[in-house]
């Protein structure tokens, strides 16, 4: 209890710190809201994730950070349902996972390559992601966060500038095949958040990573609070 007790007194302090960011303040009320749902759910989702044992990161806290609940949100899950299994169909070597009212979505280095020290998009990269681009495309009332991680290998600093340099180039292809910019945010976070051990190559070679929290956007919201309400 003692340790659950610390947990929630971690997210009351991380949701007072970004109420009185100031550039919420200055937001209106629907900036704050959205705002504060977001920034403090991927903070918090990452911190009851992992004392759950449901190996929470910032991506599966940024997708709970954006549920909306009720019958909207009810709405928006059906509508994520479908797109998870078209992603699974389009690239069965990708992890999958539904969170809440979004999709985690990893991609391993067997689905998205980089070279040593490199954050250029390999042949083999640009095959799998032009297999998620139409599914993508066919739901377009999405938000898609791109995150980029690093084994440990190298100096902190470096794997942190290396992993945003990846979530960059993967955002700017997909923006070279047509997606809406405004739809793709990235977040590099180098070496934090490993999903496999880092003492063998095997293990490195997962955490070398990119992974996407697809979220609903606010028409996709919008169109899902007019249907609950019919």
């Known amino acids: 209890m003692l340790k659950l007790a610390t947990y929630i007194l971690c997210c009351i302090l991380v949701i007072t710190s970004v109420i009185s960011c100031k550039s919420v303040q ?10 504060i749902g977001v920034a403090a759910g991927a903070l918090i989702g990452g911190i009851i994730g992992n004392y759950a044992g449901k190996g929470g990161n910032a991506v599966w806290g940024a997708v709970i950070g954006a549920a909306v ?5 009810a709405i928006i899950g059906n509508k994520m349902d479908k797109q998870a299994r078209k992603i699974s169909e389009a690239l069965p070597g990708a992890d999958v996972e539904r969170v809440g009212e979004g999709i985690r979505l990893v991609l391993k280095e067997d689905a998205v390559r980089f070279d040593v020290n490199k954050s250029t998009l390999t042949a083999q990269a640009k095959t799998n992601l032009n297999k998620l681009i139409p599914v993508f495309n066919e739901y377009s009332d999405t938000n898609i966060d791109i995150f980029g991680y690093t084994d440990n290998s190298g100096k902190v600093d470096y794997n942190l500038k290396l992993s945003k340099d990846r ?14 910019s405004d739809r793709l945010k990235t977040t590099g976070l180098g070496i934090a958040d490993p999903i496999a051990t880092n003492d063998t190559p095997e293990g ?27």
């Open 26 to 35: 200055n937001a209106n009320n629907t900036q704050k809201g959205a705002g």
């Open 69 to 73: 609940g009720g019958g909207t949100g």
């Open 167 to 180: 979530a960059e180039t993967v955002k700017n292809y997909l923006i070279s095949k047509g997606l809406v």
């Open 204 to 230: 490195k070679s997962q955490n070398r990573r990119v992974e996407f929290a697809i979220t609903a956007n606010q028409k996709m919201t919008e169109d899902a609070k007019a249907q609950s309400k019919n």
